[in-house]
């Protein structure tokens, strides 16, 4: 059984950054399409804020929220886990951050989350 495992998440200063990586265990059947980032505010739907899309190129094709634009930078460290640089946190960053991988069989796959909490 496939399972996303997301790390990094904790309380920090507005201003600062933090890493958030996720990284997939067991055999994926088919191929990953996409690895990305999506987060939920409280009150707030579930928003994209960063993909990285297999285009055969080594890095992929990347698509950020505009939100966040300039300020994280979504990465692929090997076929199997990505990572989330975030710079320039601001407190409207809060959300819990969600994994998520896509793939050419089966269904999509979540994370359980992890807490980000940017302090004003």
């Known amino acids: 059984q496939v399972q996303l495992q997301e790390s990094g998440g904790g309380l920090v200063q507005a201003g600062r950054s933090l890493r958030l990586s996720c990284t997939a265990s067991?055999?994926?059947?088919?191929?990953?399409?996409?690895m990305g980032w999506y987060r939920q505010a409280p009150g707030k739907q579930r928003e994209l804020v960063a993909l990285?899309?297999?285009?055969?190129?080594?890095?992929?094709?990347t698509n950020y929220a505009d939100s966040v634009l300039g300020r994280f930078t979504i990465s692929r460290d090997h076929a199997k886990k990505v990572s989330l640089q975030m710079n320039s946190l601001k407190p409207e960053d809060t959300a819990v951050y969600y994994c998520?991988?896509?793939?050419?069989?089966?269904?999509?796959?979540w994370g359980q989350g992890t807490q980000v909490t940017v302090s004003s």
């Open positions: 990285i899309t297999k285009d055969g190129t080594r890095s992929g094709t």
């Open positions: 998520n991988l896509q793939r050419t069989v089966g269904s999509e796959l």
């Open positions: 067991g055999v994926i059947s088919g191929v990953i399409k996409t």
